[in-house]
């Protein structure tokens, strides 16, 4: 289905799904997708907002017209540096190259997905919203705990297109604090 209708995968129905349910993105955005290959998630992105669009991932993808993408790894000061200005909405359905190891996949998506968090934490406008993937564990609860407090809005939520026995859940969080408002 995903092929038929031009996505590059069928994670654009989880983001699609997401996205409406929850108006998570708004037609003049500045959006950030991080972990972005193969690119399904930005073609929804291209079709929701006519902002500027950002992806970011260590594998590369096809050029996608009106898109600006940065190779490289996320966890890389230089490749953080690249990221320029705020953003409306941050996105993330990054996950760990997996080993087949439950507990070991676990934690390293809860490294790559908190990532994802401190980086919208810099780079989220305030009233901006945030999106991750992680793979259910313990991390997961402390994770929604660490995101809570900068959002007035964080629930836990598996799409339906999501396949059965898969681990992924997304935090979905809305409308980021202004930074004097979060007491720390």
């Known amino acids: 289905k995903a092929k038929k209708e031009g996505f590059r995968a069928r994670s654009s129905y989880k983001l699609i799904e997401i996205a409406k349910k929850y108006q998570l993105i708004k037609k003049n955005d500045a959006v950030l997708d991080i972990g972005c290959a193969p690119g399904s998630w930005l073609q929804v992105v291209k079709q929701m907002t006519r902002g500027r669009i950002v992806g970011v ?18 966890e890389n000061k230089e490749v953080k ?3 320029k200005g ?20 676990q934690v390293l ?19 901006g919203n945030f999106l991750v ?15 809570k407090p900068f959002f007035t809005f964080v629930k836990r ?19 980021f604090k202004e930074k004097e408002k979060i007491i720390s």
């Open 57 to 74: 991932d260590i594998v590369s993808i096809k050029s996608i017209e009106g898109v600006k993408f940065i190779q490289g790894d996320i």
């Open 81 to 83: 540096a690249q990221l």
């Open 86 to 105: 705020k953003f409306d909405v941050i996105i993330s359905d990054i996950a760990p190259k997996t080993t087949g190891m439950r507990q070991r996949d």
């Open 109 to 127: 998506s809860y490294i790559l997905s908190r990532e994802s968090f401190l980086i919208a934490k810099k780079l989220l406008n305030t009233n």
């Open 133 to 147: 993937k992680t793979f259910q564990s313990q991390e997961t609860e402390d994770l929604v705990k660490e995101i």
């Open 157 to 175: 939520y598996i799409p339906q297109s999501t396949r059965e026995g898969s681990k992924e859940i997304y935090i979905v969080a809305l409308t």
